[in-house]
């Protein structure tokens, strides 16, 4: 391998990739920077216009192909369509960001406690951040499989898939004007994330397609100055992340630079797990 292959470890032209609740915090970031790394990139949100809006941004900035595309993954049909719409548009796909979760409409029922927690918005939320993800993952890996030149695909976690919430971080804490905590039905969708790509990824390597893990600790989206404070106390780099700092690890998973990982997590949290 001479130098110039090595430097072209993170180039993505030539790819097409799709990223689930592409139009929402982390998903715009991401879509823009896997843009740039030369992908044509089809956005699928339930927010439709929303993701028009996005791709003919990158479109414009980046010179690539970009879509965007009305995608409900709670709903089987919704998803097969979004797949099927990209790979008329791109001739296939290379690579997926499973990146779509869910809030309830009602915050309040969205943090309560877990005594009161009710099952209809545990299965609304599991509807989205886990049956939402098997559905994605399952109609794009097919694909990968039916076009036989493998694939990367990326899902997105959380840390509180991982390790427990600290309760002392939600004292006086707020989410757009709501006393905010960490849901079970969260913590217990992220974990099933992770178990679900420690199995595709195990199905799939024989296909070549790889399935990895990306595990973001807590990105600055509307949380009240007392939260960010708490969390910062907490984490060794004393700050929460911004989205931009997801780019990196994406396009490292999406890209030949991790192309003998499978299964694994990348947690990119500025140490909260360490403690």
Not at 8 to 29: Q, Y
Request: charge should be negative.
């Amino acid at each position: 391998m001479n130098t110039k292959d090595l430097s072209n470890f993170f180039d993505l032209t030539g790819k097409a990739a799709m990223l689930t609740g592409g139009a929402g915090i982390i998903g715009t970031r991401v879509c823009h920077g896997l843009a740039a790394h030369g992908a044509s990139v089809a956005i699928a949100d339930i927010n439709e216009e929303g993701a028009q809006t996005l791709a003919r941004d990158i479109a414009a900035t980046y010179k690539t192909a970009a879509i965007g595309i009305a995608c409900d993954v709670a709903l089987e049909d919704s998803v097969a369509a979004a797949v099927q719409t990209m790979c008329d548009q791109f001739g296939g796909i290379d690579i997926l960001h499973n990146n779509a979760a869910a809030k309830a409409d009602d915050l309040g029922a969205f943090f309560a406690p877990v005594e009161d927690y009710s099952l209809e918005t545990w299965r609304d939320i599991m509807s989205v951040n886990l049956d939402g993800m098997f559905l994605v993952a399952q109609a794009v890996g097919r694909r990968m499989i039916e076009q036989g030149r493998g694939g990367s695909i990326i899902q997105t976690a959380s840390i509180y898939g991982l390790v427990g919430p600290d309760p002392s971080l939600y004292e006086g804490s707020e989410y757009l004007g709501v006393q905010i905590s960490t849901p079970p039905v969260y913590a217990a969708s992220k974990g099933g994330v992770v178990a679900l790509t420690k199995y595709l990824a195990t199905q799939w390597a024989i296909h070549g397609i790889r399935v990895n893990t990306l595990v973001p600790g807590g990105v600055e989206s509307g949380q009240n100055e007392t939260f960010q404070k708490n969390y910062a106390a907490r984490t060794p780099m004393g700050r929460m992340a911004n989205a931009d700092e997801m780019i990196g690890p994406v396009v490292f998973l999406a890209s030949d630079a991790s192309s003998y990982m499978t299964g694994q997590m990348v947690v990119v949290d500025g140490g909260w797990t360490i403690r």
